[in-house]
C-alpha cells in the first residue's frame, strides 16, 4: 500500500532496546518503576509550584517548565517502549512514527531553550539583583518560555517535514526504541545526505547557541560569585546555580553523545545507552535535583502536606 508521501511502508516495527529474550522481563520492570517515578516526581513538583505562592517566580516558572517537558517526554516515549519488552512485535503506524519523531523534538529542543532562559536567569539574579524584579518581569518571563517552545516546534517541523518527503520501500524494521531521525534514515531508499545535514546542521545550531549563552552567563556568575565576601553569600549562589549545572551537564553531555551515536550506522547499538539515559534517566533525576537541597521545595512540600492533613 503506498502512502501519500510516496512511501511503500506503511508501518514500522521497532526492535527496543535489546532483542535478547532473557532481558526482556527485567528491563519492563526496571522501565515501568522509572516511568513511575518521573510521573510522580515531576507531576509532584508541578503541583507543589501552582499550589505555593512563595514559588510563584521566575526560577520556579522555569523549573514548572521543564518538568512539564519532562513529563509530556515519559508520555510519548516510554509507553511504546515498554510494548516492545512484552509484545513479539512492536509495530507502530509511519503516522504514528512521523508524530512521535515531532514531539520528541518538539519537546527536546523546547528543554534546550528553557535550560537556557534558566541560565539567563540566574545571571540576572546573583550579577544583576538590583534590575532582577524589573527584568524578569512575568511579561519577560512568559515571552521567554514561548521563545522556546515557537523555536522548538520550528526544529521539530523541519526535521519531520524533511522526514516526510523521503520513500520507505524496503526494510521497516527500526534498530532502536523509538522513532528517531537517523534510524529512520537508515530505512529511506532515497539519498539521505540532505537530510543528514540538515538534521546536524540544526541540532548544532541549537546546541552551540545554547551552550555559548549558558557558558557566557555561568562565567559572569562564577566571576560574580568570586568577588562575594561572606560565606553565606557564596553558599546560597553555590546552591541556587548548583542544580541547573547538574542539570545541564546531564541532559547536554548525554544528548550529544546519543547524537553522535545515532548518527553513525555502526553505532546504532551504543546510541541507545546514551539514548536511554538522555530521554528516561534524565526526567526522572531533574526532580530530585531540584527538591533535595532546596529549603523552598521542602517548606511548600511541608505546608501542602500539613494543609492535605
Given amino acids: 500500500m503506498a ?29 515501568l518503576v522509572n516511568y513511575v517515578v518521573t510521573m510522580i516526581g515531576n507531576l509532584s513538583l508541578i503541583n507543589l509550584i501552582c499550589l505555593n505562592s512563595h514559588l510563584h517566580t521566575p526560577m520556579y516558572f522555569f523549573i514548572f517548565n521543564l518538568s512539564f517537558i519532562d513529563l509530556c517526554l515519559s508520555i510519548i516515549l516510554t509507553p511504546e517502549m515498554l510494548m516492545s519488552f512484552v509484545s513479539e512485535k512492536n509495530i ?4 504514528g512514527c512521523i508524530a512521535q519523531l515531532f514531539f520528541f523534538c518538539f519537546f527536546v529542543h523546547s528543554e534546550c531553550y ?21 527584568t524578569m518581569s512575568p511579561q519577560v518571563c512568559f515571552l521567554l518560555m514561548l521563545g522556546s517552545y515557537v523555536m522548538g516546534f520550528a526544529s521539530a517541523m523541519a526535521h519531520t517535514g524533511d522526514m516526510v518527503r523521503l520513500t520507505f520501500c524496503d526494510s521497516n524494521i527500526i534498530n532502536y526504541y523509538m522513532c528517531d531521525i537517523f534510524p529512520l534514515l537508515q530505512l529511506s531508499c532515497n539519498s539521505t545526505y540532505a537530510n543528514e545535514l540538515l538534521a546536524s546542521i540544526i541540532v548544532c545550531t541549537v546546541i552551540i547557541v545554547s551552550s ?25 549562589a553555590f546552591i541556587t546555580c548548583g542544580s541547573h549545572v547538574i542539570t545541564v551537564a546531564l541532559f547536554y553531555g548525554s544528548g550529544l553523545f546519543a547524537h553522535l551515536k545515532t548518527s553513525s550506522i555502526g553505532s546504532v547499538g551504543q546510541g541507545k545507552f546514551f539514548s536511554v539515559f538522555h530521554t528516561h534517566v534524565v526526567p526522572m533525576m531533574n526532580p530530585f535535583i531540584y527538591s533535595l537541597r532546596n529549603k523552598d521545595v521542602k517548606i511548600a512540600l511541608k505546608k501542602t502536606l500539613r494543609i492535605a492533613n
Fill in 92 to 95: 507502530i503506524s509511519f503516522t
Fill in 114 to 134: 528553557v535550560l537556557t532562559a534558566m541560565a539567563y536567569d540566574r545571571y540576572m539574579a546573583i550579577c544583576k539583583p538590583l534590575l532582577y524584579t524589573v
Fill in 212 to 236: 555559548f549563552i549558558i557558558f557566557i552567563s555561568y562565567t559572569l556568575i562564577f566571576s560574580s560569585i568570586f568577588h562575594i565576601a561572606s560565606d553565606e553569600g557564596w553558599s546560597k
Fill in 3 to 31: 502512502m501519500e508521501n510516496g512511501s511503500l511502508v506503511n508501518e514500522f516495527i521497532l526492535v527496543g532496546f535489546t532483542d535478547k529474550p532473557e532481558l526482556q522481563l527485567p528491563l519492563f520492570f526496571l522501565f
